[in-house]
């Protein structure tokens, strides 16, 4: 994941009369922080968010499969989110939940040419 970008779409459950929504993360670096725990710093943009921080992330596989779960954690300057997302190939699917409001995102993997 080390200079890769996610680059994707995310729904709102409730608004499906809406087209989904770009988000983008641009992930500089992956480093393990201890046990299945995980630091991304990333540059995180949707809507008219655009933030560059550090987020700490549990990683579990399945098989070869890793997925990401976040459990009401606080992401400075954006909230408390919940989040479980998979990485396979090029793609990546999952569920977001940020309070009363959450959905699901989706997209494509984007390598660095410079990794």
Known sequence: ?????LVGLFTVAGREDRPASPDRYEISSVEKVGGNDWRFNARIRY?????????????LWAGDTPMITMTDVTIPTLGTFT?????????????????????????????????
């Open 1 to 5: 994941m080390h200079g890769a970008t």
């Open 47 to 59: 809507g008219n968010v655009d933030v560059t921080l550090p987020i700490v992330v549990t990683m």
């Open 83 to 115: 989040a479980r997302v998979f990485f396979y190939g090029d793609r990546y699917a999952g569920t977001w939940q940020h309070g009363n409001v959450g959905g699901q995102m989706f997209g494509r993997i984007e390598k660095s040419d410079r990794q």
